[in-house]
């Protein structure tokens, strides 16, 4: 069992920017794909942004540019740089790490882009 629990979430004026974190348990997570989510109010949840247990990464094109996604497996977390964000990048965000046939999914962190 994993549990994930993220953090970083919070509101801040359009062009500003958050780091989020994600912290994994376990002692395995350096084997995990980790990835973003996000799900704004009445929309299905997408995909953000993910990275390999190898570090390859990819990104949903609204966010290529401008986001990051990393990881240190030392400190079993994962991180979501977000800069330059946009009215329309408000929505929970979520963690999710998958290793076949097991997926795990955290809480969720808000974050809210307004002037």
């Known amino acids: 069992q994993v549990q994930l629990v993220e953090s970083g979430g919070g509101l801040v004026q359009p062009g500003g920017s958050l780091r989020l974190s994600c912290v994994a348990s376990?002692?395995?997570?350096?084997?995990?794909?980790m990835s973003w989510y996000r799900q704004a109010p009445g929309k299905e949840r997408e995909l953000v942004a993910g990275?390999?247990?190898?570090?390859?990464?990819n990104y949903v094109d609204s966010v290529k540019g401008r986001f990051t996604i990393s990881r240190d497996n030392r400190k079993n977390t994962v991180y979501l740089q977000m800069n330059s964000l946009k009215l329309e990048d408000t929505a929970v965000y979520y963690c999710?790490?998958?290793?076949?046939?097991?997926?795990?999914w955290g809480a969720g962190t808000q974050v809210t882009v307004s002037s």
């Open positions: 999710r790490a998958v290793y076949s046939p097991w997926n795990y």
């Open positions: 376990g002692r395995t997570f350096s084997s995990y794909a």
């Open positions: 990275i390999t247990n190898t570090g390859s990464t």
